[in-house]
């Protein structure tokens, strides 16, 4: 039997060490709660999408653009975030994208065109995409390496939370037009709390400083010591082909959540379904997704967080591949694929992030978080523009529909595929032998 991947552990004197388990808990929930609002700010455009097509007047193509945009900017703030907190400190970083991100997105509320719109959702992308790399390699420092890979999951099951806040928000808020201000608007108002409440509660318990000295990542593997943190140590032997794999897995994961995500209230309302009811499609998709959390936590800490993710996006494509041959009409079964589905991308996410915190040193953690994050978010920004020319490619958008989940079906395979091939290299790079050190 093949050696089993073997993670890094803390090492003693760490600050962390010193903190009461009362006080790691209070940080890690605090962590998770900001979580919660980075969901939220991710899924609160497509529960928006359909009122902006139709109060601006929008094209598909336009729309898909518009919600490309805080992706974009994930995409930059993963990478630069990721750095940031292995080098200025997890704390900082937290609150810097906190503000960012919770800033930008009230000011949504307040945009009068789909320009000045999709400016400000790019700048809260900078802080949403930052925010998660950040707020993982922070949870991972403060608790031991039995439970990293299963706390990695479950912080992030807070952004399925977050997204069925959304979905159960828009539907009374939505439809609402209170003080002459149209309910979409106020979807953007809600994340305030993030600044107002939570900032203040991350500033008093998360330490100032968690950052560690770590020599090894595993068996074999050079010392990462000053000179080799960031990208230069990422990108080298033994962890480069690994970085590549675990990236590109997160990319067609995120094209496949993502894309959902964003898109599932405009599919399922150009499937004829009332703006309500397309909204209780994206709750259900992230309920699952919630689901899928807390299952791939338990499965991952079982039999391995790759192997479980492989399974896990194998079961989303399938879930994605019978919605396409399902009539609209059968809504029970649309509802079960989409919690499968939802338990597939997110779930297979999830043990991905859960992987990167276990086979990672502390001090490249926070890059390699958002190495593939930032990576990943190249998916993430071209399934709302690929969706949007699908759907803008027929005469009627309607027809599109299937041709879009077939995508997301072939993306979500196509990172089982990725992951089936990560296992061995993760298998043969943990077995290296200390004296073939760099």
Not at 210 to 215: A, T, V, Y
Not at 283 to 306: H, Q, Y
Not at 406 to 434: C, E, K, N, Q
């Amino acid at each position: 039997m093949a050696a089993s991947p073997t993670p890094v552990d803390t090492p003693t004197g760490h600050p962390a060490e010193r903190m009461s388990t009362g006080a790691r808990a209070v940080a890690v929930i605090v962590c998770w709660l900001l979580i919660v609002f980075d969901g939220y700010d991710l899924i609160v455009y497509g529960t928006v999408k359909p009122s902006l097509i139709e109060e601006w007047g929008l094209s598909q193509g336009t729309a898909g653009t518009l919600g490309s945009a805080a992706f974009l900017g994930m995409m930059i703030g993963a990478v630069t975030a990721g750095r940031l907190s292995d080098g200025l400190g997890r704390r900082t970083t937290v609150l810097l994208c906190t503000l960012v991100f919770s800033v930008a997105t009230v000011a949504c509320a307040f945009a009068h065109d789909p320009v000045t719109f999709g400016i400000l959702r790019l700048i809260a992308g900078l802080g949403l995409g930052g925010l998660v790399p950040s707020a993982n390699a922070l949870a991972a420092d403060l608790v031991t390496v039995r439970w990293r890979s299963t706390m990695a999951t479950l912080m992030m099951s807070g952004v399925p939370i977050g997204g069925s806040l959304a979905a159960l928000t828009g539907i009374p808020v939505i439809p609402a037009d209170w003080f002459d201000i149209a309910g979409w608007r106020w979807m953007f108002v809600f994340p305030v709390i993030a600044l107002i409440v939570l900032m203040p509660l991350a500033a008093a318990y998360i330490p100032k400083s968690l950052n560690r000295p770590e020599q090894h990542a595993i068996p074999g593997a050079p010392a990462v010591g000053h000179a080799k943190q960031g990208f230069g140590a990422l990108l080298r032997p033994p962890y480069l082909t690994m970085s590549i794999l675990f990236a590109v897995a997160t990319l067609a994961t995120l094209f496949a959540w993502y894309g959902l995500g964003t898109e599932l209230p405009n599919l399922m309302k150009l499937q004829g379904a009332q703006l309500g009811g397309a909204l209780v499609f994206a709750l259900v998709l992230n309920l699952g997704a919630v689901l899928g959390s807390v299952v791939t936590a338990w499965a991952g800490d079982r039999f391995g967080p790759i192997a479980t993710g492989m399974v896990a996006a194998a079961l989303a494509a399938v879930g994605l591949f019978v919605i396409m041959v399902t009539p609209p009409s059968n809504v029970f079964l649309i509802y079960v694929m989409l919690v499968l589905a939802g338990v597939g991308t997110h779930g297979t996410q999830c043990v991905i992030i859960g992987a990167i915190t276990l086979y990672y040193p502390n001090q490249i953690r926070g890059t390699a978080l958002g190495w593939a994050l930032g990576v990943g978010r190249i998916g993430a920004v071209l399934a709302p523009q690929t969706a949007g020319l699908i759907l803008g490619s027929y005469a009627d958008p309607a027809d599109g529909v299937y041709p879009v989940f077939m995508v997301f079906a072939g993306a979500a395979l196509v990172s089982a595929i990725l992951l089936l091939v990560l296992l061995p290299v993760i298998r043969r790079v943990t077995a290296r032998p200390a004296s073939r050190a760099a």
